[in-house]
Every structure is written in structure tokens, then in C-alpha cells.
């Protein structure tokens, strides 16, 4: 948090900074995200790392440079992104089907949280790697976050503004 006010939180208006505050803090504090079996994980399971037939079956898996021990949920987060990179989450959850997965909710939950957390990995990006286009990038992630956010009205934030 500090890295972000040291060298984010000039560039930003107090609305950003409140959802920053708040969003980091609700998921540190959600012990359901972090209090589950550990286990060795692909930890970039994505549809590119993933080899199809010709029949359109999984024929294997590449790529376990980013392996690590990790909560089982997170292995399948990419794939249960709604994005261009990826298939769809009806793709991921038929592999969390395939794979018995007993907490499909909580591996949604998490998948959320991967996707509401990627502006502010990209600003910290931009940041430790003196990239201010990357910061620039982030910070434009983050306000239109902030709108989708205003746009559902579930948030916890009192935010103000217009987007």
C-alpha cells in the first residue's frame, strides 16, 4: 500500500484512492480467499497453455515455468475470465467440472477478484519497473473500474463523480 501513496496517489483523485484503500483491504481481510488447501499448481493455466486436438480434446498442459504452491482455486482464475485472451468462463467451468472441483463459487469469487485487482497490479508494474506508460495504462484501468463499479451500484465505497 505504501508503494501505491508514495508514488500513485498524486497522480490520482481521492475517489481512486478510496477504492484502492477499500479494495485492497476487503480482500486482505476475506479469509475465505486465503484459508483453503494449498497445493502445487500451474499457476497460468490459460487457454494458451492449454494443447487441443484435432477432435477438440485436451490432448495436455505446457508451460509450468510459474508453478508454485498456491490455494487450489487459483490455478483456474484465468480460465474463468470473461476477455479476448480467453475462451469464456462456460470453458472454465466445464473444466471445473471435469476436475470435480468441489467449490465452483469460490473459484468465481477468486476469478473476480483477479480481474478487479488488474488495474492496481498494473500501476504497481508500471511503477517497479519505471514505466510510465504502464502506470499512464494502469491509472486508466482504474478509473474505468471505478465506472463499472458506479455502473452496478455494488459497491461498498461511497463514490462520487461522473465517469
Given at each position: ?18 477504492y ?5 483491504l ?16 500451474h499457476n ?8 487441443i486436438?484435432?477432435?477438440?480434446r485436451?490432448?495436455?498442459?505446457i ?11 487459483r ?24 476436475y ?5 463459487r ?6 473476480q ?9 498494473t500501476?504497481?508494474?508500471?511503477i517497479?519497473n ?6 499512464e495504462?494502469?491509472i486508466?484501468?482504474?478509473?474505468e ?19
Open positions: 500500500m505504501d508503494l501505491l501513496k508514495d508514488n500513485v496517489f498524486s497522480k490520482i483523485t481521492e475517489e481512486e484512492q478510496r484502492i484503500e477499500t479494495y485492497i476487503d480482500i486482505l481481510g476475506d479469509d475465505k480467499l486465503f484459508k483453503r488447501n494449498l497445493c502445487l499448481c497460468d493455466l490459460s487457454i494458451n497453455h492449454i494443447l486436438d484435432e477432435d477438440k485436451i490432448s495436455g498442459i508451460d509450468f515455468g510459474d508453478a508454485c504452491i498456491i490455494e487450489d482455486y490455478d483456474f482464475m484465468y480460465l474463468l475470465e470473461e476477455s479476448d485472451e480467453e475462451i469464456g468462463q462456460e470453458f472454465g467451468l466445464a473444466i471445473l467440472e471435469k470435480q472441483y468441489d467449490d465452483v469460490l473459484a468465481l469469487a477468486y476469478a477478484v483477479n480481474d478487479d485487482y488488474y488495474p492496481i497490479e500501476i504497481v508494474c508500471g517497479e519505471d514505466d510510465d506508460k504502464l502506470l495504462k494502469g486508466n484501468l482504474l478509473r473500474k471505478i465506472c463499472i463499479v458506479k455502473k452496478e451500484n455494488g459497491s461498498k465505497i461511497n463514490l462520487e463523480g461522473k465517469c
